[in-house]
């Protein structure tokens, strides 16, 4: 029915653009969102010297956020990439995190995994299919495919990335399957789309094969240590500087390829051909291109964000992003696009980077919970059916008998919270409400925008500031500046360049793009931002 609801919203929209918050003269040809995965907002200001193309070109030419920030907790990347799609917070669009626990089939669900749909690949076996299915918000770019009749091409490593982005239609949506292949599914086209098809026979991703990873800038170029403490490299790599890709044969190729700007520089030319193929904003219309690049996240997991590597990618990064501009120029136009670039969250630090830092086990967690619940409730448990993250699920009337009993509420708290990395913990019960979205309470109000009923845990675990839930590498997903901070960034046609000290969210990018293009979101929490916007 949700899905029905949904398809209801956008005929009602196709048969008039709404009204829009400004008055636009002329729409622009082209629609482009980038996201750029892991990139925490200081990245702009602490690695500025690196950047000398299209980040450098946006940051410069266009309406920069200073301030730009997440306002929920699950900072992780499918809620990200769909809060910026949409215009939307987790606790309205429903993706609250890459995967959650799913109780009525007593399972882990992927948030884009659709066992109702089939994979359409390239050359790769079929199997289950990827689709925006549990996406409970419609994206800015199908309103603007049901509205503007506009051609919607997205495209990631990640399927989670590309489907957000189009939301639940687009002309051309994918991305890198789990097999190595590239795949969509029926959910967007029937088969293999032929251009695409011709493209991969001529541009396999094996090219890169025999590279080595190798600093773009000398040396002295990068802060800090090539090897610091906590790095976690490849398989065959070192922490250090050079990292071979190895033969196309090599069994770890993919992995390692998968950990370097190399697929970064490789999605960048996809997203030339889709232009160049399906004649994005060369036409009679306003076009949607989505291109999310994933390989921050790849490489600051395992190396951290003080890493060479994390430098190196993103001056790589940098260059890719400017050559993408140099060819929107060419093809559509300076004056005919308009740019939001954002990111879906930041990243902690490695704790063995940062002073009082450390990690904390969620086994362990999960042990004093059961040690503390099993006397007062009786039997032999387990009592958690599963953890997703930092959720926790309860087995099927364990919650409604803890909230029953305030004392053993107060001894669960009282036994977790005595963990060295844990700061506190919430109940569903206390941010399952609309008051609890504009608590004053910085921890419930996070919650909340994260909290979506029947399928957000029964507890939260919050760990300590630079606090770990992860044994290797370093991770994301709390409600701490490194990593809800992130780049707002907008640039190109009816955008006014300077920099901004007001606070802005990524929601606020979907919605003030809509204004642009004279389309309406049905129900966004972000706000149109007035001050990047050319006064007319």
Avoid at 431 to 439: G, N
Avoid at 444 to 470: M, Q
Wanted: with cysteine.
């Amino acid at each position: 029915m949700k899905h029905v609801a949904l398809a209801l919203i956008l005929l009602l929209m196709a048969g008039s653009a709404g009204p829009s918050v400004r008055a636009q003269a002329v729409r622009p040809k082209l629609v482009v969102f980038i996201v750029v995965d892991q990139l925490r907002g200081d990245y702009l200001d602490e690695y500025e010297d690196l950047l000398k193309h299209g980040l450098k070109r946006l940051k410069s030419g266009g309406a920069w956020f200073r301030k730009g920030a997440y306002p929920y907790h699950g900072t992780t990347t499918c809620p990200g990439h769909v809060t910026i799609g949409t215009g939307t917070f987790p606790y309205k669009h429903g993706m609250i995190n890459n995967s959650w626990y799913e109780r009525e089939t007593e399972r882990a669900v992927n948030c884009t995994t659709d066992a109702d749909s089939l994979e359409v690949n390239y050359g790769v076996s079929a199997g289950a299919g990827e689709t925006a299915k549990r996406m409970m918000a419609p994206a800015l770019a199908e309103v603007m495919r049901a509205t503007l009749k506009s051609r919607v091409a997205t495209m990631s490593i990640k399927a989670r990335s590309a489907i957000a982005l189009a939301g639940h239609d687009g002309d051309f949506v994918s991305w890198l399957g789990d097999r190595g292949g590239w795949e969509t599914s029926n959910a967007y086209t029937k088969a293999p789309i032929p251009w695409f098809g011709a493209y991969l026979k001529g541009n396999p991703t094996s090219k890169d094969a025999d590279k080595v990873w190798e600093r773009a800038l000398p040396a002295d170029k990068y802060k800090f240590a090539d090897d610091l403490p906590g790095e976690r490299p490849g398989p065959g790599w070192t922490a250090s500087f050079p990292h071979p890709l190895g033969a196309a044969g090599d069994a770890a190729y993919m992995t390692r390829w998968l950990q370097s700007p190399f697929a970064d520089d490789y999605l960048e030319r996809v997203a030339e051909a889709a232009v160049d193929e399906m004649r994005l904003g060369m036409e009679d219309r306003t076009d949607f291109l989505g291109v999310s690049f994933s390989m921050m996240d790849a490489v600051g997991h395992g190396f951290g964000p003080r890493s060479h590597e994390v430098q190196d990618t993103l001056a790589r990064l940098d260059a890719s992003i400017g050559r993408l501009l140099d060819h929107l120029d060419k093809k559509v136009g300076a004056a005919n696009y308009v740019v939001a670039l954002s990111s879906d969250h930041g990243v902690a630090g490695m704790p063995e980077q940062v002073e009082g830092a450390g990690r904390q086990s969620m086994l362990a967690i999960r042990t004093a919970i059961e040690a503390t619940i099993k006397a007062p409730l009786g039997g032999e448990g387990p009592y958690i059916a599963a953890n997703s993250g930092a959720e926790i699920y309860f087995k099927p009337g364990v919650y409604d008998r803890i909230k029953a009993d305030p004392a053993l509420l107060k001894t669960i708290r009282t036994a977790v919270g005595a963990m060295s990395g844990v700061d506190r913990i919430v109940t569903s019960d206390e941010v399952a409400t609309p008051a609890a979205r504009a608590s004053k309470d910085k921890y419930i109000r996070a919650v909340a925008l994260s909290y979506f009923p029947g399928r957000s845990g029964d507890l939260f675990v919050i760990p300590k500031e630079n606090w770990l839930f992860t044994s290797l590498g370093t991770t994301h997903g709390t409600l701490y500046s490194y990593d809800q901070r992130v780049p707002v960034l907008l640039y190109g046609a009816g955008i006014r360049a300077g920099a901004h000290g007001d606070t802005a969210t990524p929601a606020d990018l979907a919605v003030t793009v809509a204004s642009l293009v004279g389309v309406t979101l049905p129900s966004p929490d972000g706000r149109v931002l007035t001050s990047a916007l050319k006064k007319r």
